[in-house]
């Protein structure tokens, strides 16, 4: 059953949770009190379907996809892309955890950042930065295969879960990363999240 089209507004709302912004984040971001951003998402939800954010974004990215992989004049590369940033970006927000300070992005095979989602932790944080384009190895600032942070990402090409506790002077956090696999069940990346240890244990 196809959604009721979303105003501009509504749109830019979705786009912007899809990229890790708190309800806050928004109401900062838009310029909007909180209530604003609430009732949006009330309409939102009315048009959509949909239990909370996570859900009701998922269900409008897999609708995009859908409508992008049914357009005629769709070329392979776009078609490929789209199907990428769906599954990335639904895997991404069924690892989001509500008020945990967390990173969360996905990566392609060769191990290229393709998608970031920051919760309430920065895409920067203890020297490690993590951008699209840039590689995991750029992220961590090394290319050996031994440093928990890049093994966990080679153990998930393998096809298994890994979990890695990182920490330093001032931080500990944990990184859950997972293969991110397509139709056909092969790995086409993979998925991960980094998370205060201190959120964690609070969440």
């Known amino acids: 059953m196809p959604h009721k089209e979303l105003s501009p507004r509504e749109e830019q709302i979705i786009d912007l949770c899809s990229q890790g912004f708190t309800n806050e984040g ?47 004049d769709s070329d392979r590369p776009a078609v490929e892309q789209s199907l990428f ?37 920065s895409a920067r944080r203890s020297g490690m930065v993590w951008e699209v384009g840039k590689t ?7 290319n050996d295969p031994d440093d928990p942070g890049i093994r966990a ?7 298994k879960r890994a979990t890695a506790r990182l920490s330093g002077k001032d931080f500990k956090m944990v990184l859950r990363v ?10 086409i990346g993979c998925v991960s999240l980094l998370a ?3 959120g964690l244990l609070k969440g």
Not at 178 to 187: A, F, G, Q, T
């Open 178 to 187: 997972m293969p991110l696999r397509n139709e056909k069940d092969e790995i």
């Open 196 to 198: 205060s240890l201190k």
């Open 136 to 142: 995991i190895f750029d992220a961590f600032g090394t």
């Open 26 to 72: 928004i109401a900062h971001e838009l310029g909007l009190s909180l209530g604003t951003v609430n009732t949006y998402w009330l309409r939102i939800r009315t048009k959509v379907g949909g239990s909370g954010r996570a859900e009701i974004v998922s269900r409008i990215i897999k609708g995009r996809a859908e409508r992008a992989l049914q357009e005629k």
């Open 153 to 159: 990402h080679l153990i998930a090409l393998a096809g």
């Open 85 to 121: 940033d769906l599954r990335a970006t639904l895997a991404l927000l069924n690892l989001a955890m509500e008020g945990i300070q967390s990173t969360a992005w996905a990566t392609d095979r060769d191990l290229t950042i393709r998608i970031v989602a920051n919760g309430e932790l």
